[in-house]
């Protein structure tokens, strides 16, 4: 099996939405960005990074009682989410052979694809599902990308690195891979779900 940690992504600015996104309650009452660390530390991902920017404070309070650790990425604000995936990455142990990456407004993600993910993954080879034919989330990194995707330069797309990678979708029976927390309305939607 393979070793995997996690990179999640919860330095945005929430522009579409006034107060930060990743902040907001979840069903289970904790902060989406805590929410949706704790599914990658109750798989058995370690070591779990959750990467701040805005409200940098408040995030880490928010996942203060997990397993998890936080790095702050300096570049948040430029709006880019390469930096924070840079920062992620950079603070992850060396004997991991991937990492997932994980936007933390994406609390609709079932753990169970996580651990279908991990099965699924293989040396040299990045994992992602795909809910009828649309790739979703989270994206499982094998270690031998790394590099290239903290060489990209700054004004550059993570999935960059991904176009001529070996990448195998796996098919899953659940939309949560697509559904981001944008917008107040998105997040009302996504509340409302079975």
Not at 172 to 180: I, N, Q
Request: proline letters at 7%; charged letters at 25%.
């Amino acid at each position: 099996m393979s070793k995997c940690g996690a990179v999640i992504l919860a330095a945005g600015l929430s522009t579409r939405m006034r107060e930060n996104k990743v902040l907001l309650p979840w069903r289970d009452g904790r902060p989406i960005v805590a929410h949706v660390a704790a599914k990658f530390a109750d798989a058995g991902i370690g070591p779990v990074i959750v990467v701040t920017g805005r409200d940098a404070a408040d995030a880490r309070s928010a996942v203060a009682e997990l397993p998890v650790r936080c790095v702050h990425n300096p570049d948040f604000a430029s709006g880019e989410m390469l930096s924070s995936v840079k920062a992620g990455l950079s603070a992850l142990p060396g004997d991991l052979s991937a990492a997932f990456i994980q936007p933390a407004d994406m609390p609709c993600v079932p753990q169970l694809v996580i651990g279908e993910l991990v099965a699924r993954h293989e040396a040299g080879w990045n994992v992602a599902p795909q809910y009828e034919g649309q790739r979703g989330h989270p994206v499982l990194l094998d270690r031998a990308y790394w590099q290239a995707m903290l060489e990209l330069p700054a004004d550059a797309k993570p999935r960059a690195v991904l176009r001529g990678a070996r990448l195998r979708l796996v098919d899953v029976s659940d939309s949560g891979v697509l559904l981001d927390v944008d917008t107040r309305e998105a997040y009302e939607r996504a509340l409302g779900r079975e």
